[in-house]
């Protein structure tokens, strides 16, 4: 059983682990430690990085959505050819069931079952097999997938009315993974619950201040997971293998880096004279202004009645989808040395198609451009406190092996201040580098958890250990052939006298 806490957060658990009693159990009776992501942190494509065991170069997936070297957008996928556990094991005749794991829509025949995670557009198949989606919706009054709104400063009833939205999606979320734990009984299950990413986002700004009604909802969700993970245990044997993780980590953020508008002001990013204003804009209007008016449950009713088209220009994907759309309509291409579609880490790429003629195709230009981006951004300092921007740098080469690694960002670079991450944000227009109090209050960072109980696994051991080891660890365990292309290592820690389970009935 493999349970994901999408965000949970290795220092925040520790200072907390008195309270959540299910995870304290499992850290000591079996092996724990932190699990670092991949570049870069996003739940797509840390999942499928996990699931496969190999780096985004070797799956083509980095991100929900991103810009290829053609500069159309692309959506992130899982798909059978890339290798999943869920497939290999499927293939070597263990019942699987795969349940909201990010990026799995469109879900695909298994051996079992797989219900697509977030995002997933509104009116769109969200099951294998299909006539699950009845069943569910049917059981659960309504299955969900995600909450429409993921910013409380813009709907109506603001973090009450958010947070009631995030408990019924966590309500129906653990509902139907017990009740597919009941009527499939998979030999293996994976899963992720999304409430702490959610909330992390947009509470953690009000963690320390006891002033707040809001100052515990962070903590309160920890322990709602918790407890969740302690219902879903239920479901184990002592001969269950279980396995807690999460994605990546989380961080607080106050400050934004407009890292577009830093690389225009450096001459290196040139924008188009502005002319056209795309009719799509109309969209981010009419958006807000449903979400303002409308009660939640309206708004629900809305995404669902309206043609399929139109509600998925009114979703939060959509927005960003629009965000990246204006970049690329933005940029005065054939002027433009190196431009930036953010993320965790904000993922820079040189533009080596137009810029030129070409001429960066030439790799020492490429590798001087690197390096002149590194001393630049290496020399931020703290627009209020004065003090050093610690820059971590992941070039392309170093970071990404894989068929697809000529989509990998050239640069990607996470910046950190005194005790917080700074957040990228990559739209152009505001003229203005560095803004403070962005929308979300955390953003994610490269260290998570993980954790393991079963037969055969030590006890109290704390070993960390990199996202890409799992994959390749479990098939050893389940005594299945290793993929020979995975990135990570066998955690052979983990093997000592471990009771192998068959793949039989
Ligand atoms: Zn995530």
Not at 165 to 180: D, F, I
Not at 187 to 204: A, E, N
Not at 292 to 299: D, F, G, H, R, S
Not at 363 to 386: C, D, I, K, Q, Y
């Amino acid at each position: 059983m493999i349970i994901g806490l999408d965000a949970a957060s290795p220092p925040l658990i520790e200072r907390w682990i008195d309270r959540l009693p299910n995870l304290r159990t499992l850290y000591q009776s079996g092996t724990h430690g932190t699990l670092l992501s991949i570049v870069p942190p996003s739940s797509v494509p840390a999942w499928q990085c996990f699931a496969t065991g190999k780096n985004p170069a070797k799956i083509g997936v980095w991100g929900f959505l991103s810009i290829g070297p053609d500069r159309r957008l692309r959506h992130g996928k899982t798909t059978e050819e890339i290798g999943c556990l869920w497939d290999t094991c499927g293939k070597a005749g263990l019942r699987v069931g795969v349940f909201n794991i990010p990026g799995t829509y469109p879900p695909y025949p298994v051996n079992g079952f797989m219900v697509s995670g977030f995002p997933t557009p509104p009116g769109k198949d969200w099951a294998y097999p299909k006539d699950l989606m009845k069943r569910l919706d049917q059981t659960v009054d309504g299955y969900e997938i995600d909450v429409p709104l993921t910013k409380p400063s813009e709907m109506r009833g603001g973090e009450e009315a958010y947070l009631a939205q995030v408990e019924r999606l966590h309500t129906k979320s653990l509902e139907s993974a017990k009740l597919l734990l009941e009527w499939f009984k998979p030999d293996l299950f994976f899963m992720t619950l999304q409430g702490i990413d959610m909330v992390q986002h947009d509470f953690s700004r009000y963690m320390d201040r006891p002033e707040s009604e809001y100052s515990n909802v962070v903590r309160d969700w920890y322990i709602r997971l918790d407890q969740a993970v302690g219902e879903l245990r239920e479901f184990t044997t002592p001969e269950t293998y279980l396995l807690a993780l999460s994605d990546h980590g989380s961080m607080p953020i106050t400050t934004s880096f407009h890292v577009n508008e830093y690389l225009k002001a450096q001459g290196i990013l040139k924008v188009k004279n502005r002319s056209e204003k795309k009719s799509r804009e109309i969209y981010t209007p009419l958006r807000k202004m449903i979400l303002k008016t409308l009660p939640p449950n309206a708004i629900k009713a809305v995404y669902r009645l309206t043609p399929d088209r139109i509600a998925h220009k009114l979703t939060v994907s959509a927005q960003h989808e629009r965000t990246l759309t204006r970049l690329v309509d933005s940029i005065d291409w054939s002027n433009t040395k190196a431009f930036s579609t953010g993320g965790p880490q904000a993922a820079i790429y040189i533009n080596s198609t137009n810029y030129n003629a070409g001429s960066l195709q030439n790799p020492e230009l490429r590798a001087e451009l690197v390096e002149n981006l590194e001393t630049m951004l290496g020399e931020l300092t703290h627009p209020s406190t004065g003090e050093r921007i610690r820059a971590v740098y992941h070039r392309r080469e170093d970071t990404f092996q894989g068929p697809y690694a000529m989509e990998a960002p050239d640069l990607a670079v996470e910046l950190f201040g005194k005790d917080e991450k700074i957040h990228i944000n990559i739209t152009l227009g505001s003229g203005e580098i560095w803004t403070f109090a962005p929308h979300l209050s955390s953003e994610h960072v490269r260290e998570g958890f993980w954790c393991m109980t079963g037969p055969g696994v030590p006890k109290n051991l704390r070993l960390d250990a990199s996202i890409l080891d799992l994959a390749p660890t479990l098939q050893k365990m389940l005594r299945l052939e290793v993929s020979q292309d995975v990135d990570g290592k066998i955690l052979t820690q983990l093997l000592g006298q471990a009771i192998v389970i068959h793949a039989e009935d």
